[in-house]
């Protein structure tokens, strides 16, 4: 369907009294509901993009293409952050390697932000060389504004806390190092 047919549809809708229209033919689907005031299109992603391509009036293979054309835009911006975020990746890699000999890790249960102290204002948890005993709570991760306590699975004096308070934590993630 080119561009002056859908004018033509939408003439025609306009001066009759139709609420909703429906038109398939081949792979083009297109859909309109007049509301009130003005007749609206809710179309698939092929019904607007004919428009700009004059040549392939009714393909929607075309009409995908364009589509992932201003995707591909942004991405070559983003392989340059990615290359800085490559590099700040190495970093956190290389922090769980220590952690794995100097001591038994204390990892993330779930996803969520990690939270030392119960309130902004009240002390941490934990702290670096405090001794803590198995069933100490060492922290706090909310996830989904539900607040999960993470206790400590064996005793030991607290050796590294590799997380900053209120930072985004991965499922995995090595929060502590417990010797």
């Known amino acids: 369907m080119n561009p002056d047919d859908l004018k033509k549809i939408l003439d025609a809708l306009s001066q009759a009294d ?11 689907a297109l859909d309109l509901k007049r509301g009130p005031q003005a007749v ?16 392939p009036s009714f393909q929607p293979a075309a009409a995908s293409s364009p589509a992932p ?15 800085s975020a ?14 794995a000999s100097a001591g038994t890790p204390v ?5 969520g932000t990690f939270y030392a102290a119960s309130s902004p ?11 803590v005993s198995a069933g100490q709570v060492l922290c706090i991760i909310e996830a989904m504004k539900l607040m999960n306590e993470i206790e400590a699975e064996t005793g030991g ?18 929060l502590f190092i417990i010797e």
């Not at 139709?18 to 083009?28: K, M, N």
């Not at 990892?107 to 996803?111: E, L, N």
């Open 121 to 131: 204002d009240a002390p941490a948890y934990v702290k670096v060389g405090d001794t």
């Open 107 to 111: 990892k993330a249960p779930i996803v």
């Open 86 to 99: 490559a590099a700040e990746t190495p970093a956190p890699a290389a922090a769980p390697a220590k952690p």
């Open 40 to 55: 609206g299109m809710a179309a698939p992603a092929s019904a607007p993009a004919p428009a700009p391509h004059a040549a």
């Open 157 to 174: 004096v607290v050796r590294e806390i590799l997380v900053k308070n209120a930072e985004p934590v991965e499922y995995g993630q090595t």
């Open 69 to 83: 054309a201003p995707a591909e835009a942004p991405s070559a911006p983003t392989p340059a952050a990615s290359t």
């Open 18 to 28: 139709v609420r909703e229209f429906s038109l398939t033919t081949g792979s083009f």
